[in-house]
């Protein structure tokens, strides 16, 4: 997965997402693809979570799954979740709640939780910085101020090395893929060099959600795990999403 | 240009929205979830439109544990044990996934591990 949250010369957060899933889980060589995400693509659905006849929040979503990997409170935060791998994984968590330890959340359903009741960028930050988790994750957050985006990067209980939006230092934008920040990326699925590549060449000048589209679909951050695309717009409440293809030669990750 | 050898690292690409051509995959469908309605009534209309592609899916996943345990214990395990945690998972999470399970008629087991295979993935 590739997020991200950039800001426009006029303080207008874009937050954005690829979502890659389905590595080595069996690969098709007829078409050249994942089975995972060939059979994920038909289940992705744009969902308009409402209460009282107005609208909670928005979420791309898997059918059938009830928590929530992609979201936007409109005029409030947006919300993305890229996967994070440890060795103090989501097995150790699940081996807890059997055997009937069960004071962590489970990473989707928290995420639920957020988009359905936080009432700002700050609350939902707290919750997700703080809540102890079954397993790791990286939380990709955007707020409707300048300056308000952050990637927090989860263990099962801390949070570690939160990184922010800092326009004065030259930061106009956060982006995560499956690497913490403070490390470089495994050589060989190094998406976030191609992706700060044209993000820089792209300039906070130019900064749209055309152009982050662009970025998006820029191989390798586009490959053969890319099931949707998601680009949202805090302030106009807005979010849109597309199937992906990634056509050969293309990165199976 | 196109980089021919791994990781395929190509120039930036411009131009590209609105989404067309052959990186684009399709649209996305919009549906409303009614939060006022009963979690086990809630995605009903979704489920029914989709239920197919979920069935399809969620055999995808069955292969994959018959790949992984031929003997199909995992899958046994799966649709009889998983069940079991259902009311220690959160409300109304909980209830949201029987209504997509009656909704869909995929074994309620299933649409748990679907559910929850974030944390099962990590294994």
Known sequence: CTSLVAEDPEGNLIHARNLDFGLFLGWDKKNHSWVIPDKLKPLVVNVDFRRNNSTVFKSTNFAGYVGMLTGMQPNSFTLTMNERFSLDGGYIGILEWILGKRDGMWMSFLTRSVLENATSYAQAQKLLSDTKLLAPAYFILGGNQTGEASIITRSRTHNLNPLELDIKQGRWYVLETNYDHWKTPLFLDDRRTPAMKCMNQTTQANISVQTVYDVLSTKPVLNKLTTYTTLMQVSKGKLESFIRVCPNPCMPW | ?123
């Open chain 2, 1 to 123: 240009s196109l980089q021919y050898v791994p990781p395929y690292t190509e120039d930036c690409r411009t131009g590209m929205y609105p989404p067309s051509g052959p990186t684009f995959g399709g649209a996305v469908t919009w549906y409303t979830v009614n939060l006022d309605l009963p979690p086990s009534k809630r995605w009903t209309e979704l489920i029914t439109d989709k239920k197919n592609d979920l069935i399809i899916m969620v055999q995808a996943i069955k292969d994959l544990a018959d790949a992984l345990v031929p003997s199909g214990r995992l899958e046994e395990l799966i649709d009889q044990a998983l069940p079991l945690m259902i009311d220690t998972l959160p409300y109304p999470f909980n209830e949201e996934m029987k209504g997509i399970a009656t909704a869909s008629g995929v074994p309620l087991g299933e649409v748990i591990l679907f559910n929850i295979f974030y944390e099962v993935f990590t294994v």
